[in-house]
Nanobody, 113 residues
Framework: QVHLVESGGGLVQPGGSLRLSCAAS????????MAWYRQAPGKQRELVAA???????NYADSVKDRFTIARNNAKNTVYLQINSLKPEDEAIYYC???????WGQGTQITVSS
């Protein structure tokens, strides 16, 4: 079983940047893919970025060229660099491993001036 802890969210102004972190523990050797999802109030949870063990990445169209997913295998950590934040990016961001429907507490991003 994999345990994931998200961090790095906060209050930022439109156009600002944040870097989210997802620390994995437990059976980390079972992980073949990691992803970031987000859920805004009144909306479904949506996939925003994913990275596979082979290094391939995928992004939602709404975040391409603004979000970058990366990993540090030595630290068992996945990051989401978020630039040029828009109000519609405001959501709780969740980390995910292996596409399993299991969710932690997430980390909140609030975009406001």
């Amino acid at each position: 079983q994999v345990h994931l802890v998200e961090s790095g969210g906060g209050l930022v102004q439109p156009g600002g940047s944040l870097r989210l972190s997802c620390a994995a523990s437990g059976n980390i050797f079972s992980i073949y893919a990691m992803a970031w999802y987000r859920q805004a109030p009144g909306k479904q949870r949506e996939l925003v970025a994913a990275i596979a063990n082979n290094g391939r990445t995928n992004y939602a169209d709404s975040v391409k060229d603004r979000f970058t997913i990366a990993r540090n295998n030595a630290k068992n950590t996945v990051y989401l660099q978020i630039n040029s934040l828009k109000p519609e990016d405001e959501a709780i961001y969740y980390c995910n491993a292996n596409w399993v429907e299991s969710w932690g507490q997430g980390t909140q991003i609030t975009v406001s001036s």
